[in-house]
């Protein structure tokens, strides 16, 4: 019995290196709604984990080894793209959905990750669907666009994957903010 306590305990005793997808500089795009809520992200249950899925192979999942995610990856998606695109939108007050302090939204950003890993060319690769849309259903466009980013990664280090994520996740904010001010500026309704 103590035996497998002790093996137990030696399997917990190694902590992983925990990563974050981190906020990247763009282009400011002045012009569009006062107020823009991002919705958090909807991510494929095989990604929505706690370790990093490093790559989607040969039929399986290869993990990075004792790396992993420092909060949920629908929410750290959804924090780093708000930040990206209140940067990009200087006009606009962007917050993510279920903040605290929040207002009356005029634009919405919506995002499914169907793959956030490297490809089997050992490239970053964010894909999945964009959508932008305003606050009054039937009213003015709903943008939605297929997602495809990629970005060339120099080796296989779990650093290099999140800075290459992180890449692409600011590629994301750049498009969802060229959407967001393609929408029709409608007055704020109480």
Same mark, same amino acid.
């Given at each position: 019995m103590l035996?497998?306590?002790?093996?137990?305990?030696? !399997?917990?005793?190694?902590? #992983?290196t925990l990563y974050s997808v981190a906020a990247v500089p763009g282009a400011a795009q002045p012009g569009g709604p006062v107020t823009v809520e991002v919705r958090t992200p909807v991510v494929t249950a095989s990604l929505?984990?706690?370790e990093i899925v490093r790559q989607d192979k040969d039929y399986k999942l290869e993990i990075a080894k004792g790396n992993a995610w420092s909060e949920p990856i629908g929410d750290m998606i959804g924090r780093v793209l708000t930040h990206d695109l209140a940067q990009r939108l200087p006009g606009s007050t962007v917050f993510a959905q279920n903040d605290a302090v929040s207002t009356k939204a005029q634009a919405f950003v919506e995002v499914t990750i169907t793959a956030f890993n490297a490809d089997q060319q050992g490239n970053a690769l964010l894909?999945?669907?964009?959508?932008?849309?305003?606050?009054? #259903?039937?009213?003015? #466009?709903?943008?939605?666009? #297929?997602?495809?980013?990629? !970005?060339?990664?120099?080796?296989?280090? !779990?650093?290099?994957?999140? !800075?290459?994520?992180?890449?692409?996740t600011g590629q994301l904010a750049d498009l969802a903010a060229q959407k967001i001010r393609a929408l029709p500026v409608l007055p704020i309704t109480p």
């Open positions: 035996g497998v306590m002790g093996t137990a305990l030696t !399997a917990c005793g190694s902590d #992983p929505d984990r706690d894909t999945g669907s964009l959508s932008v849309h305003g606050d009054k #259903p039937g009213i003015g #466009p709903n943008l939605t666009v #297929p997602v495809q980013l990629q !970005a060339h990664l120099d080796n296989k280090r !779990a650093n290099t994957l999140v !800075a290459g994520l992180s890449t692409l």
